[in-house]
Structure formats: C-alpha cells, structure tokens
C-alpha cells in the first residue's frame, strides 16, 4: 500500500436530495494513469470533485498519507494536485496569458517553457482573451494550468470530449508524455484513450465502485465491459484499431 | 445652453456618486453573490467620521482619508468576522448586512440624535467656476475628479495586480479559482474593505456636497446604486461606470426638463426595461 | 445556487409541507380550541381591567395599551401577509411595503380628497389591492433571486417618491395626511373609541390568519414551498412556478393593501414612513424574529418586534438611574432589535418559534445537514 499516493475510503456525496455517492473506496498509484469510469451519470464528475472539495463530501481522502479531506479546496490544491474540469472552466474574460498567471502558485516553478513547448499554439495566443478560443484550445489552456507547477496529483474530467478525432489524439499523446512528471486520474468515456494510457482502472456504477483492477484486464473481459461501460470489448477493439 | 451644461455637470456629479457607491457593490455582489445593505451604514460612517475629523482637525481632506481607513478597516472586520460564518449562505448573509444596516443606523442615531449636522465643508468648494456661463460649484468637479480618480486606480488594480485578476477570474467562476489553489476568501475581504472605503468616500463627499450628515443619508443613496449595479450588470465594474453616468444624467434631465421627481421614476422604469429586455445587464455577463 | 436553494438552507429545517405531517396538522381538535380560548381572550381584553406593571403603562383595556395592541396585531398581519412570500415561497421581496402604503393612502386619500365615503375608499382598496400586485407582480416575476428583489425594490422606491414629492397635491408629502375623520364612523374615532380600534385590528388579524392558513392548506399552497425548496423540479412536474409565484404575490400583496388601511384608521392617517425601505426591512426582521415559513413565527415575530419598538424605550426608563450611555441606546429601539437580528441571523435561524417546536428532521435532512457542516468545517 505504500506507493498509494491518492487513498479514497467511504466517500458519500449528496447534492441536493440525491444521494450521489455511495461509500466509494479506491487507491491511485504513484506514477501512471489511473482511469475512472463509468456510464455517464454515475458520479465520475462528482468523485473528482468531491476529491477536491468542491462538493460536500464525508469520508477520508487521503494524499501521500495526509488525510485531506476536512480541508478546504485550495489548501489541497496546494499540496500539489492539479485540476483540469469537465468543461474546460476557463476564465473567458482573462486572456490566456492572464489564466496563466492565476494558475501560477506559490512554492511551486512554473514551468512556462514546458507548457508553451506543449502547446505552442497557446503562446501564439496569449494576449487573446480565452472566451475567444476554441474548444481544443481552452482544452490546451485549462491542461496548461494544470501542468504549469509541480503537481504530484493531476485530475483530468474527459478531456476528449467534444473535441475533433486528430484533437484527441494529440491530447492523449500530451498525456501520455506527462505521465513521467504525474501521476493522473483520469475520468474518460473514449476507451481507445484508456487503452493508449490507463495503467490501472476504476468502474463506476450508480454511484459505487464496480470494479477495480489492471486497465489491460478490464478492457479483455467482454462481460464487464458491457455491462458497466455498455460496450462491447469487439467494439472497443474495433475503435482502437479506427 | 447654459442650463444644459449646468445639468449635464451636476449630472455627472450625481452619477459619481452613484459609481463610488455602486462599483463597490457590483463588485462584492459579483464575487460573493451579497447584496450588501451594510454598504449604506459605511457610507453614513464615512460621512459622520469625516465630520468629526474635519472639525477637530479643521482638515476635510484629513477627515475623508480617515473615513474612508475606518470604514475599510470596518468592513474587513464584518467580512471576516460576520458575513464568513454564513459559508456562503446569500439569503442569510443578505438578512445579516440588512440587521447591520438598521443597528449602525440606530446607534449613529442614539450618539449623534436623529437631525442632521452641519458639515463644516471647505469655502472653496461651494465657489463657483463658470463654464460656458454656467456657474457650477467646485464641489461638483471635486465628485467627478474623485470618481475618475477611483475609476483609473480600481482598472490598474484589476488589470495590472494578481489580486485583481483573482477578482475577476472569481466573479466569473469562484470554485475554479479555489481550484488553482487560491484562498479566495482573502479577495473577499479585501472587496469588502475596497467597497466600503469607497462608500465612505462617497459618504463624505455627499456630506460635503449637502453641507449636512444625517442618520439616513446613505440608505436613499443605497437604492438608486442598486439600481445602477443591476442595470449596469451585476459584478461589471465599467458596467457600474457606464449605468452611473446613464442614471445620473437621465435623472438630472429629467427632474429638470420635465418635473421635478419625474426623473426618479424614469430612472425606476429604466431598470424595469433593463431587466425585462436585458436581464444581465449593460455590460454583465449572466445574472445570478 | 438559486435563491430558492439558499431560501431553502436559511430555513435550516425541511419545508412545512414536510413537517406539517408530524406537527400541527396532528391534533386539530386541540388546536381550534386553543385558538378560539386566545382570540376569545383578545376579544375580552377591552373589559378586563387588568393592570401589568413594566410591561404596559396603565390598565390593559386603557387607550394606550390598546392602541399598542392594535399596531401590534397589524403589523402582526402585515408580517404574515410577507412570510407568505418570503418564508413560504422563498420569494424574497423588497417592496412589500408597498402595498401597505397603498392600502393607507388610497384609505386616506378617497376620504379626503372626494365626496365619497368609507364604503367607497374600501371598495377602491380592494380594487387596487388586486390590480396593482397583479400588474407589477407579473412584470417583476419574470426574474427571480436578487433581481426580484431589487425590482421589487426599485418599484416600491418610486411609490415611496411619488409619495413624497406628490405631483397631484394628495399625499401631504413627508408630513403626511391626516384622516378626515369626520367622515370615518363615530365608533372608529377619538380616544375612548380605542377598543373599537382594537377590535379592527384584532379582526384583520383574525381574517388574515384564516386566509393565510386557509391558502396554505390549498392546492397552489401546497405548490408554495415547493417552489421554494425546488423550483426547478416543480416545473419538471409540469406546473408552471410562474403562475403560483404570481398567485402568492397578488394573495399576499392584497391582504398587505388591507391590513393598510386599517393601519390607516388605527394610526388616525397616512405617513410617508410607511414608504421608506426601512419598513420593509423591519417586516424582515419580524419574520426571521420569529421564524420563516412556520405557523406562526410571524405572527410572533410581528407583535414582539413592535412591542419592543415601542415599549422598549419606556422599558429602559422603567429601570431607575440608568447612565446616560446605557440610556441613550435603549431609547433606540431599532439598535437592539437590529443587534438581535444579527444574532439571531448567526445563532438561531430558525427564529422565536423554534426555541419552543423543534420538529425532528428526517434521515435525510439530517444526512444533508451533517453533510454541510462537515463541507463547512
């Protein structure tokens, strides 16, 4: 247990009057992609941000050893957890530069030669007011903050989503660099993503965990697939080989 | 002609005020989703506290710059110690700036009795330039200089510093900012103190312009700077320039030309059509 | 979060249409009969000469402790008439006050300034009374949360400059009007006329406990906390929030317009402090005093609040060789109810009424609430 660097016990979230979270146990190891998945619905989203705090949460969460879970979001953002959202979330009224600069925390390098050597097209842009980019480009820039200091932890919300096919294969491939620097959970519905960069992986269903295990073994075992992911593994291979 | 200028300038006196206030307020509802009634308790503070200052000392400058420090040092007390205890709950912390409101009110009352004082203004303020043969009073100039002043500063604040960008960046999307790892409670109360020093400003200056401090003085100015800060987009600091000097002419041309009182109630309307053609607002983004 | 959410969580309790099942809906019997012994007792008062000193100067049945009553149990109303939008609906309204004035001056104003007589100023209350709250409700309704309030707000505020400015000579401006009084029944006027007073003002409250129950216990009441608690899940129901928001605020406003000019004949005329924000404001207070959205938080709220505005300063002076600076705040009122409001606000959201019914929450409610001040830690 102890290269788990992320350790989830009995997280229970209610939003409103629904109960969305039911006692969701799991670990991330050092290093490599850990992905979260699920049909859509299932509290992958809620689990992350649940994670962080930013929904009301009861249950340990524990990172590196340190229970974080009484703490407020960004006293845990701080102890090096990088968030990219579901929706980007990027400041629309800031320029890119601008986005930046907040992302930018104290006690940590900020990496801008990485970050502009990543995503050059953010550099070209960076006095260019963020509501004016386009979806693959606030993708850049919302993985860009998240890149920009030294993070242990990186949370990716589906990061393919609504982006162009070739768009997500250059994400994946920038994740897939990344993995050396950080460790990543990763919430993805596209599985030929989860092939290319899951090491271990986490179902999800109705808001509990389904099954936890290596990501390879997952995505052989047609039965699981189908029935928690609803596709089948002849589909999924098919999609990985497209 | 000469009537027209007279009313554009006062007009633009008015609508300094009403940004001094507003601007302040836009920005606290903006990040923190309050509507802030203790706004008119810090600018009664400010009017009161410059009085007391300017007469003890004989210096009205002196007397506006410790208004203006008590009230910010004030407000950041009621952020911290009050409003942060309702995590987030609007309605509450709506109830809690109105229970301030009345208590500040009333104790002002109790101390000072419910009639209004004399303001010991400077001569020179009450002096008139001509303008176009228009006689206009200094003090109408000194409220334009004083809200261009603030418009100028409060800009540089939040295009050139990182608290002003955590300020836009958090009345945009306050979770994501906690979620780059900023405490954005300390921006918080730093609107809340920025806002209230600016209400104490503004205090003082009506308190000048009038020649009179009153227990009430800052709850009639409150209205019509909630008004300009819906019209002008909740959270919109030009948005809260730009509704400013809209209300505050309108107003003026009208009281004038049409009646007197008249130019209230279209400034009433003005805000119905606002938030039934533009519910965000001038220049706002999204209404809450 | 909506205002309707943050409503529902400065309620800190689950919705009456929740509790009302294990509460005072259980034992009706028992609770007609309290009511009937209380107004019963209320009705008796003007006869029972009884003296409480501190507490009122004079005998209770004397004209001052029932003029003191009858503001009490307007006001009382008029808190009620706004829980109904504020506590019940989560709509929060910054110009009820409105509707008051509307029902005081309209009161005052026909007599005055016409050939016509009681009759006719109450019939044009009534018909104001429902026009106006329809016309400006159905223009405000269309925002909600805090631009409802401010709309309402800004609209209360230009009755409140008409008022004051008073384009058409009617209003008296800040000074107010007095009532003709010639034209008002002899019963209703002169000191020794107070208990006829009183009873107006008993049978207002009267009227509107019945009409606000009876609303609550109706189809669109049901709808009311609701649309408090979950706007958008009662539209998903397929009900239309903007037809029984409009419906609560005409109800409402309406019974406020009444109460009005009553308010009128008790206070003898009609004055522009009834148009400032301020008022409105102290209606806040007394509903969250006593406690939003409950049976009768508001009712309690109403008539404590007034009490103490006006007893408050005889209180103090009660109390021998007090120092001047003790003194001088205690003669304003509005500083310690204002204190105990914050107070209140920070440490007891639920209000008075709380402090006596405390319905237990369900499992749910209380997992949600753990929930939260775990969030909030």
């Not at chain 3, 409250?205 to 649309?227: D, M």
Request: with cysteine.
């Amino acid at each position: 247990m102890s290269d788990q660097l992320l350790e989830v016990s009995d997280l229970n979230v209610v939003l409103g009057e629904s109960h969305v979270l039911h006692d969701v146990t799991f670990g991330v190891r050092s290093g490599g992609v850990t992905a979260l998945l699920g049909r859509n619905g299932v509290g992958k989203t809620t689990t992350m941000r649940g994670l962080l705090g930013l929904a009301p949460r009861t249950g340990t969460v524990r990172l590196a050893g340190e229970d974080v879970s009484t703490l407020l979001t960004h006293e845990i953002v701080k102890r090096g957890v990088g968030f990219v959202p579901e929706d980007r979330e990027v400041f629309a009224g800031l320029t890119v530069q601008e986005n930046l600069k907040l992302a930018e925390r104290r006690g940590s390098a900020h990496h801008y030669d990485r970050v502009y050597e990543l995503f050059p097209r953010l550099r070209e842009r960076r006095g260019q007011r963020a509501g004016t980019l386009s979806g693959g480009e606030q993708q850049m820039l919302a993985l860009a903050r998240g890149l920009l200091n030294d993070n242990r932890l990186l949370l990716v919300d589906e990061p393919s989503q609504g982006l162009a096919p070739y768009l997500v294969t250059e994400f994946t491939e920038v994740l897939a660099q990344v993995t050396d620097l950080v460790t990543v959970l990763l919430v993805e519905q596209n599985l030929t993503v989860v092939r290319r960069l899951a090491r271990d992986a986490v179902v999800l269903d109705q808001g509990r965990v389904a099954w936890t295990g290596a990501a390879a073994d997952l995505l052989s075992d047609e039965q699981v697939t189908r029935g928690l992911l609803g596709v089948g593994v002849a589909a999924a291979n098919q999609e990985g080989t497209s | 002609m000469t009537t027209f200028v007279l009313m554009t300038i006062t007009g633009m006196g008015l609508a300094a005020l009403y940004f001094l206030v507003a601007s302040g307020l836009s920005l606290i509802f903006g990040l923190m989703h309050v509507l802030n009634f203790a706004h008119a308790a810090f600018l009664t503070l400010g009017g009161y506290t410059a009085w007391l200052v300017a007469g003890a000392s004989g210096s009205f400058l002196l007397g506006i710059v410790v208004g203006m420090l008590v009230a910010a040092a004030l407000g950041a007390a009621t952020e911290t110690g009050l409003l942060r205890r309702m995590h987030g709950d609007h309605v509450p912390q709506v109830l809690l700036t109105v229970g301030l409101l009345l208590a500040f009110t009333a104790l002002v009352r109790a101390i000072f009795g419910s009639d209004a004082r004399p303001m010991p203004t400077p001569a020179w303020m009450n002096q008139v330039i001509r303008v176009l043969d228009a006689p206009i009073p200094n003090s109408r100039f000194v409220l334009i200089a004083a809200a261009i002043a603030v418009w100028v500063v409060m800009t540089i604040f939040l295009t050139r510093t990182r608290y002003g960008l955590i300020v836009r960046a958090g009345v945009e999307n306050r979770p994501m900012v906690t979620a780059l790892g900023i405490d954005v409670r300390r921006a918080f109360t730093l609107v809340f103190a920025l806002g209230a020093g600016l209400a104490a400003l503004a205090g003082s200056l009506v308190a000048a312009v009038q020649g009179a401090v009153s227990p009430e003085q800052g709850m009639t100015l409150l209205i019509f700077a909630f008004i300009v800060v819906i019209i002008g987009g909740l959270g919109s600091f030009h948005g809260s320039a730009l509704a400013a000097l809209l209300v505050g002419l309108l107003q003026e041309y009208t009281n004038f030309y049409a009646m007197v009182g008249m130019g209230d109630l279209v400034v009433v309307l003005l805000l119905a059509g606002v938030l039934l053609t533009r519910p965000q607002g001038l220049l706002g983004r999204r209404l809450v | 979060m909506t205002s309707v959410e943050a409503a529902t969580r400065a309620q800190e309790e689950p919705s009456s249409a929740v509790a009302g099942t294990g509460g005072p809906e259980r034992r009706p019997v028992r609770r007609w009969v309290i009511a009937g012994v209380l107004v019963a007792l209320a009705v008796a008062l003007p006869y029972i000469p009884l003296r409480i000193p501190v507490l009122f100067d004079g005998p209770v049945n004397g004209p001052g402790a029932l003029h003191l009553l009858s503001l009490m149990f307007v006001m009382a109303a008029i808190a009620m008439t706004y829980d109904l939008l504020f506590g019940y609906t989560g709509l929060l309204s910054f110009g009820h006050h409105l509707y008051v004035a509307i029902g005081m001056y309209t009161t005052v104003v026909v007599l005055g300034e016409t050939d016509y007589g009681l009759g006719a100023a109450l019939l044009a209350v009534l018909v104001l009374g429902l026009v106006v709250p329809l016309l400006l409700g159905s223009i405000c309704l269309r925002v909600s949360g805090i631009a409802f309030a401010m709309v309402t707000l800004a609209f209360a505020q230009a009755g409140a400059i008409f008022v004051v400015r008073d384009p058409f000579r009617i209003t008296g401006g800040e000074l107010g009007l007095a009532i003709a009084y010639q034209k008002l029944p002899e019963r209703l006027v002169g000191v020794f006329n107070a208990p006829y007073r009183y009873w107006l003002a008993l049978a207002l409250l009267v009227l509107v406990v019945v009409a606000v129950r009876w609303a609550l216990s109706s189809r669109p009441g049901r709808v009311w906390p609701a649309i408090r608690d979950n706007e958008p899940r009662v539209a998903v129901l397929g009900l239309r929030p903007y037809t029984f928001k409009l419906q609560v605020f005409v109800l409402s406003s309406f019974l406020a317009t009444l109460a009005g000019a009553v308010y009128a004949v008790v206070v003898g005329g009609a004055y522009a402090e009834v148009t400032h924000a301020t008022f409105v404001l102290a209606l806040l207070v007394m509903v969250v005093l006593g406690g939003t959205g409950r049976p009768y938080g508001a009712l309690v709220g109403g008539l404590v609040y007034t009490y103490l505005v006006h007893r408050l300063g005889a209180l103090s002076s009660a109390v021998q060789d007090l120092p001047a600076a003790v003194r001088a705040p205690l003669m304003e009122p509005l500083l310690i109810l204002g204190t105990l409001f914050v107070l209140l606000v920070l440490f007891l959201p639920g209000g008075l009424v709380s402090l006596f019914r405390r319905p237990g929450p369900n499992v749910r409610d209380r997992l949600r609430r753990a929930l939260r001040r775990k969030d909030a830690e």
